[in-house]
């Protein structure tokens, strides 16, 4: 008989965040490449049409299952527990996104396991809408009541999760990677003229949300002594503006402050290809999808030295403690150290490749595989 794991494919359809859409890519195809002998995978998706459907012809795949509501309407269905035709079995959902019923797994070998990456709409609210706000918590609420198992990608997330939800021993670490095969590619040099930047920066990521910390990345370029420009990526729509303030506060002036949405997998390994140094300010309780591809670049990294950023790096980078003292300051000081000979720099970049390699989709997927198997 064959075992069917079930995967949520929410984000392949009608994407909401570019590292979910990313993730659930990555995290399917690994899961299908490492299918144990007897066991295969079908995908869940929300109706969709055009570049939806593309996105699901995933080689391996043994089907897709279509729900009759669009993402937005399925969303609100999940949140609210009524029946939305997507069944049982073992389900696996990158993101809360799952149909967290009532089920029986002893008798009917049913399952759900739901992923958090990001305890922003717990820690952070006020910088999100209204609405996911209450979408995530009902959604967490959920998986208290029916949630077989959580995952989530650090054991620091997964101590912080356990605060804020009773939700025992059925937290599980499982982490997160770089995509498969991410590189610098041939083609960088014309990828970065096509995104109008310079050659040598330092890269940041985030929005202008206070969590983000921008502020302090900025200013640690500000006071590291070195006049370099800075790429600021992730960033949301129409917010430069708002970012090229948080700059000029922190002492950058606007010519040297380059800012970009959301990128590719091969227009950020374009990015990353000419960076001196990534500097990862942010503290809150989140998967530091950057920083995990920093590192697997072999780009020095100067990271907040946080409970999920010290787990992710290790020796993989410069942790720069920033509790009680000045931030940027803190941060200006290593990356001014990281940039001030060819030797840190090379020490570091060698620091991050070796600590980038441990980061895999396959090896997530075989977690992944063995928590079902245990469940």
Not at 306 to 329: F, M, Y
Request: net charge negative; charged share 20%.
């Amino acid at each position: 008989m064959t075992a069917v794991l079930r995967v949520m494919l929410d984000q392949l359809v009608a994407p909401t965040d570019n590292d979910l859409k990313v993730a659930s890519g990555e995290l399917v195809r690994a899961l299908i490449a490492h299918a144990p002998q007897g066991c295969e995978v079908e995908g869940i998706a929300p109706a969709a049409g055009g570049d939806g459907v593309a996105a699901l012809s995933i080689p391996g795949m043994a089907g897709v299952r279509r729900t009759s509501l669009p993402r937005r309407e399925l969303a609100g269905a999940l949140q609210l527990g009524v029946a939305t035709g997507i069944g049982g079995g073992m389900i696996h959902a990158p993101s809360l996104f799952a149909p967290l019923v009532k089920h029986d797994r002893v008798h009917n070998h049913d399952q759900t396991s739901v992923t958090v990456w990001d305890l922003r709409p717990w820690e952070a609210p006020d910088e999100l809408s209204r609405s996911s706000v209450a979408w995530h918590k009902a959604m967490l609420k959920r998986a208290v009541k029916h949630a077989d198992a959580v995952v989530v990608p650090t054991h620091a997330m997964a101590r912080r999760l356990g605060e804020i939800a009773r939700l025992g021993d059925r937290i599980r670490v499982i982490s997160g990677a770089a995509p498969e095969g991410f590189r610098v590619p041939t083609d960088d040099v014309g990828r970065r003229r096509e995104l109008d930047l310079p050659e040598g920066y330092v890269v940041l990521a985030g929005t202008s949300a206070e969590s983000d910390a921008l502020a302090a990345g900025f200013g640690a370029v500000a006071r590291s002594g070195h006049d370099v420009p800075v790429v600021v990526m992730d960033a949301g729509e129409g917010e430069e503006p708002a970012i090229a303030e948080i700059a000029a506060a922190a002492g950058v002036p606007a010519r040297l402050v380059h800012v970009r949405g959301a990128l590719a997998d091969a227009d950020r390994g374009a990015v990353f290809g000419a960076a001196v140094a990534y500097v990862a300010p942010s503290t809150r309780a989140v998967f530091p999808w950057r920083t995990v591809e920093a590192m697997a670049l072999g780009v020095p990294v100067i990271a907040a030295d946080s409970d999920v950023l010290r787990e992710v790096v290790v020796d993989g980078g410069t942790l720069v403690p920033t509790s009680g003292v000045d931030a940027a300051d803190a941060l200006g000081a290593a990356l001014a150290d990281a940039l001030g000979s060819t030797s840190a720099a090379e020490r570091l970049a060698v620091m991050a490749a070796d600590r980038g390699r441990v980061f895999s989709w396959l090896e997530a997927a075989d977690k992944i595989w063995a928590l079902h198997a245990e469940l």
